[in-house]
């Protein structure tokens, strides 16, 4: 089955540094989405990337997608301490009947030191 | 900017017990989620909703667990005699990507 798959699964910074994580799945997607969770919170949406982009851009986030690789990154430039939190890949496949739904990684926990 | 709204925030419940989570979500979307997380565990996919109508469900959605629009606007969950092992986080979604902010239900 698709599963997203985040690596590293943990990661320390220091303010002001740039953060990448990577995401793998097994198949094919329709898009593939990064969401960012605080401790015990909400699951908040950073970006969606469709399978037919292979980069995307949000203020300090950066997206690439590489379908032949099966493979996604998130690349957080100039982290703060705010960025802390949980970061996961979530893979929506060809819709069944219309629905969407998303199969999530395991998450990367990020840590970003003032 | 619309948004998907779930309540409670938190609820605790008696083992054994049913319960039922409440989800608002944008109007004009179609499809509808429940999503479950566990504690310190991934995002797990539990049912899409469409027409009145599971249009898709997991494994994990059993016999337990229930879903229904019943007035038009609420979507709610409903856990029929709960387990301590339900005790997570529950979201709900429409359209896909709009996520609520979640119930944490705690099984006692």
């Known amino acids: 089955s698709q599963q997203g798959e985040e690596d590293p699964q943990a990661l320390s910074i220091q303010e002001g540094e740039n953060a990448t994580m990577n995401c793998s799945y097994k198949t094919s997607i329709n898009n593939l989405q990064w969401y960012r969770q605080n401790s015990g919170r909400g699951l908040v949406h950073l970006i969606l990337?469709?399978?037919?982009?292979r980069e995307k851009h949000s203020g300090r986030l950066r997206v690439t997608l590489d379908t032949s690789k099966k493979s996604s990154s998130l690349l957080i430039t100039a982290s703060r301490a705010a960025d802390t939190a949980s970061y996961f890949c979530?893979?929506?496949?060809?819709?069944?009947?219309?629905?969407?739904?998303?199969?999530f990684g395991k998450g990367m926990k990020l840590t970003v030191n003032p | 900017e619309p948004e998907v709204t779930q309540t409670p925030s938190h609820q605790v419940t008696q083992m054994g017990q049913e319960v039922i989570l409440r989800c608002v979500p944008i109007?004009?979307?179609?499809?509808f989620y429940w999503y479950r997380q566990i504690l310190g565990q991934k995002v797990e996919f539990l049912v899409s909703f469409y027409n009145n109508e599971i249009s898709e469900k997991s494994e994990i959605f059993d016999d337990q667990f229930s879903v229904e629009r019943p007035d038009g606007s609420n979507f709610t969950l409903k856990i029929r005699s709960t387990k301590l092992e339900d005790s997570a986080m529950y979201f709900c979604?429409?359209?896909?990507?709009?996520f609520g902010q979640g119930t944490r239900l705690t099984v006692v």
């Open positions: 990337i469709r399978s037919n982009e």
């Open positions: 109007s004009n979307h179609l499809y």
């Open positions: 979604a429409s359209r896909g990507a709009f």
């Open positions: 979530a893979t929506a496949g060809l819709p069944q009947g219309g629905s969407e739904k998303l199969v």
